[in-house]
């Protein structure tokens, strides 16, 4: 990913997720420049949820870190992750739930 600006105003480290012996989310590495989409794909069960549930504050990761606007987000609660312009919502598709469940995850980024 490249970007006009050197800037970085989300930087995933390493981040992992461990649930007992089972490892959802290993290592991942993720960055966010000013004014650039980006996109997390990946067939179910790969991790995705897991991994915006950790950068929202839902889960702890088990190692690794999430810098927002140069600043850790570890150890702080969900609500505190919102404050400082992290927000996330999460949307169902009534239409096909009862053929598939489909899951949307939605973050917005505020830059202060």
Do not use: W
């Not at 966010?32 to 069960?45: A, K």
């Not at 190692?63 to 996330?88: M, N």
């Amino acid at each position: 990913m490249s970007s006009s600006s050197g800037n970085v105003v989300l930087d995933v480290t390493a981040l992992t997720k461990q649930f007992g012996g089972l490892t959802a989310v290993s290592e991942v590495d993720f960055k966010v420049h000013p004014r650039q989409i980006v996109s997390l794909i990946g067939p179910n069960g790969a991790g995705k949820t897991t991994f915006f549930n950790m950068v929202a504050g839902q889960y702890e990761p088990t190692s690794g870190d999430v810098i927002f606007d140069g600043q850790s987000l570890k150890g702080l609660r969900p609500h505190q992750i919102t404050a400082r312009g992290i927000g996330r919502s999460e949307e169902h598709t009534s239409e096909l739930q009862s053929r598939v469940d489909i899951s949307y995850a939605v973050f917005c980024l505020k830059k202060k």
